[in-house]
């Protein structure tokens, strides 16, 4: 069983950085894949950025390209989400989950409860 905790989120100006985090429970972090997902009012949960075991394997939804830096610290059993240039469209509840790499949410098994981001134009 893996716990996810984020934190992080918060309500930040359009072009402003925000850093969540993601701590994990499980001694077996190592042996996960991480990732972010989020959903905006009224839309799908969607695919945001993932990272491998190594973290030396990532991707990302083209729309974060460039701003968004997915980064994990396994003597920590932490994973980040570095935003940057924050744009109002970013504006969701962000998730943080544990499985296999991927960008499909049903291979994740483990789910945070998320922590929301507003961004104000």
């Known amino acids: 069983q893996v716990q996810l905790v984020e934190s992080g989120g918060g309500l930040v100006p359009a072009g402003g950085s925000l850093r969540l985090s993601c701590a994990a429970s499980?001694?077996?972090?190592?042996?996960?894949?991480m990732a972010w997902f989020r959903q905006a009012p009224g839309k799908e949960r969607e695919f945001v950025a993932t990272i491998d075991w190594t973290g030396y394997i990532r991707k990302y939804i083209d729309s974060v390209k460039g701003r968004f830096t997915i980064s994990r610290d396994n003597p920590k059993t932490t994973v980040y989400l570095q935003m940057n240039s924050l744009k109002p469209e970013d504006t969701a509840d962000y998730y943080c989950?544990?499985?296999?790499?991927?960008?499909?949410?049903?291979?994740?098994?483990?789910w945070g409860q998320g922590t929301r981001v507003t961004v104000s134009s």
């Open positions: 499980a001694r077996s972090f190592n042996g996960y894949a």
């Open positions: 989950a544990a499985g296999t790499y991927s960008i499909a949410s049903n291979d994740y098994k483990y």
